[in-house]
Every structure is written in C-alpha cells, then in structure tokens.
C-alpha cells in the first residue's frame, strides 16, 4: 500500500511541475499539446473504470490476481510470525541445546578441555633456531 500512495503522490507532483525549457528558448513540448487539468482528471478517471471493470471482461485475470494477492498475502503472515518467534526467542534467557547423546564421548563440564602438557611448547631441535 506503501508503494501506490507513494506512486500516486509522485504522479501528482510530476503532473505540478512545469513544462520544460528547451535550450532554443521555446517550449520543449512537441507540437502543441497542452493537456490542461481536468482533462488528466478525466482520463484517470476513465482508466480507473476501465480498470474496475476488468473482472467482467477477463475473469480469469481477476482468478489469477486473488491467487497472487493471496500467496503475498500468506508470505507477509508467515514473515511476520517468524520475526515475532525470532524477537521472543531474543527476549527469552539464553539456553544451550542439548549435546546430542553419544555413550563413548562424555560432555566436558568446559570448553577448556587442554590439560597442562597439552599447553607446553613443543620441542625444538639445536638446528631450528633461526
């Protein structure tokens, strides 16, 4: 909905502005078509009826319409249901999965599992001083 009222009020304000003009002086617009505004009024007018009763002319682009207005309309639902899981799952204490069962490999109570011959350096030879 965003977008159309945005369209529209950007057609309006295009339609406000001046006409152009051209370098030479003159007026910039080919051949003298001067459209004033209730003829534009008109028109839209004229298109949005032709536009409304599309339905009776072309059923089937009226089905295929609802058909794409509803999928949008279930992908918008189902976007918003994850965002809210996503910021309750925010708001909600911090809690680890379960480690998955394995009888050979107990849970360490840490992630600091190196003992202390684990941290010494490794030997180096007479030769690899550089």
């Known amino acids: 909905m965003f977008l159309i ?26 051949g ?11 028109a839209a007018r004229a298109t949005l009826s032709d536009v409304s009763s599309i339905c009776e002319r072309s ?8 058909a794409a207005a509803e999928t949008f309309t279930n992908k918008a639902r189902y976007g918003a249901q994850l965002l809210m899981d996503y910021v309750a799952e925010e708001g ?13 490999f107990p849970a360490p109570s840490s992630q600091n599992t190196l003992s202390q011959s684990d941290l010494q350096p490794g030997w180096e030879g007479p030769g690899n001083n550089v």
């Open 5 to 30: 009222r945005t369209a529209f009020w950007l057609s309006v304000v295009i339609l406000l502005l001046p006409a152009e003009r051209a370098t030479d002086g003159t007026d910039g617009q080919q």
């Open 32 to 42: 003298n078509t001067q459209i004033s505004a209730g003829e534009v009024f008109a």
């Open 59 to 66: 059923p089937e682009v009226c089905v295929a319409g609802r």
């Open 92 to 104: 909600a204490p911090a809690t680890s999965p379960a480690p998955a069962s394995n009888a050979s």
